[in-house]
């Protein structure tokens, strides 16, 4: 990992990824929340990665109770962004920063990035003077680093970099299975950050979790290498290539920290052997042809879903189904559906694709899946 003088003030090269935090019911569970905090900054790392979006807004609001709320300052790195669905005008993002602000009990942003760019999404920060508004809070102090994250092919990341010099990092979905995958494109992604020579900031290393559960011939590969776990594959891969200065993870319990922490906090590239059984386990996951939704939850929040579709318990569902053979999905999707709309309730409105990071064509697959369970 290179860190450019941008990042010397970040510890290490592990953040905190605050989208799925842990839970009591629908509320953050603030004991546990204020646990991890306490271990992650005894371990010496400081980095934080909320957004607005994050479980309905909880999640800067339980960023102000757990971190900023017990912690100095001059403790912790905190990065926020500026998604779509908040503003209509430029006259709607300094009073939305402003909140986020407050929400987050901080004065400042130490990273603040345009989220989830696109081409289509891009039109709408440029009229917007998106990027020139977040570029005025930052002469204000307001903003340390502006970045941005990004959900797209790699020719339209070259373009927004080309006509916005002034983002300092780039944040992009990068893991072992979508390294050579034709729609997210992370290397080709990765690479266009290195010809701008921006530093990269990883998210969804472990594909929404998908790359911890695998199925049994796949996890059977990393178990022959050892006790490591399946995660631990997955973050030090993403970490591994040397433009990559941070690499995120949504933990939402202990377990998962300590496991985390046990090979980031010293990290250490993967080996030549290790690299071998990564691509082995690639070619097994794409030979099972699953939907390649990453759980972020953003087509079911907001109210996006007229019907009320728990959309990715339903792939996930429909996932189980395929590459674990698993007995228990149809009783899972059923429970999924008990107080919610079903498979073949979508009205097919598109609003749930509209804001998919993954660009899903999800009407299209909520047909397979209610042809597999109903
Ligand atoms: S297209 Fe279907 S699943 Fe998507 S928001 Fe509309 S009703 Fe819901
Ligand atoms: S379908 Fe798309 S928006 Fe919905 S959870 Fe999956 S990846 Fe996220």
């Known amino acids: 990992m290179v860190k450019n003088a941008f990042f010397q003030e970040i510890n290490g090269n592990f953040g905190f990824g605050c989208m799925r935090l842990p839970m009591n019911g629908d509320e953050v569970d603030f004991d546990q929340f204020n646990q991890m ?19 309905n807004g909880k999640s800067e609001l339980a960023i102000a109770k757990c971190l900023s709320g017990r912690y100095d300052r001059s403790k912790f790195l905190l990065a926020d962004k500026l998604t779509d669905v908040f503003f209509n005008k430029q006259e709607d993002i300094r ?18 990035l345009m989220h989830a760019q696109n081409k289509d999404n891009y039109k709408k920060f440029k009229a917007c003077q998106a990027y020139e ?42 893991n072992y299975v979508d390294y050579e995958d034709a729609s997210v494109q992370s290397r080709k992604v990765y690479d266009v950050c290195v010809k701008h020579n921006k530093p990269v900031v990883v998210m969804e290393p472990v594909k929404g979790g998908s790359l911890v559960n695998l199925p049994q011939d796949a996890d059977a590969i990393f178990r022959e290498m050892g006790d490591m776990s399946n995660a631990s594959y997955a973050l030090r891969f993403a970490a591994s290539f040397p433009q990559m200065t941070m690499v995120l993870s949504g933990m939402s319990t202990m377990e998962q920290m300590e496991d985390n922490l046990s090979f980031m906090a010293d990290f250490k590239p993967l080996d030549e ?10 070619g097994i996951f794409k030979n099972l042809n699953l939907i390649p939704c990453t759980g972020c939850r953003y087509c ?14 339903l792939f996930s569902a429909k996932n189980a189904h395929e590459a674990f053979h698993d007995w228990n999905a149809g009783m899972y999707h059923d ?34 899946v209610a042809e597999t369970f109903e």
């Not at 009073?95 to 603040?112: A, I, K, S, T």
């Not at 990004?150 to 970099?161: E, G, K, R």
């Not at 429970?335 to 709309?341: K, L, R, T, W």
């Not at 979508?346 to 697959?365: F, N, S, Y």
Request: with cysteine; hydrophobic share 35%.
């Open 37 to 55: 905090i306490d271990k992650f900054i005894a371990s010496g790392l400081n980095y934080f990665d909320t957004a607005h979006g994050y479980i």
């Open 95 to 112: 009073p939305f920063f402003m909140n986020q602000l407050e929400w987050c009990g901080v004065e400042y942003f130490d990273f603040y």
């Open 273 to 282: 052997n290790e690299m071998g059984a990564v691509a082995k386990v690639t």
């Open 133 to 174: 508004t977040a570029y005025e809070l930052k002469k204000e102090g307001y903003i340390k680093h502006l970045g941005l994250s990004f959900h797209d092919s790699a020719d339209v990341l070259d373009m927004i970099l080309t006509e916005h010099q002034e983002v300092e990092f780039v944040q992009i979905q990068f």
């Open 300 to 313: 079911v929040e907001e109210n996006h879903c007229p019907k009320n579709i728990r959309i990715p318990d």
């Open 335 to 368: 429970i999924v559906c008990q107080d919610n709309g079903k498979a073949s309730d979508c009205i097919k409105c598109g609003k749930c694709e509209h804001v998919c990071p993954q660009h899903l064509p999800i009407r299209d697959l909520l047909v397979t």
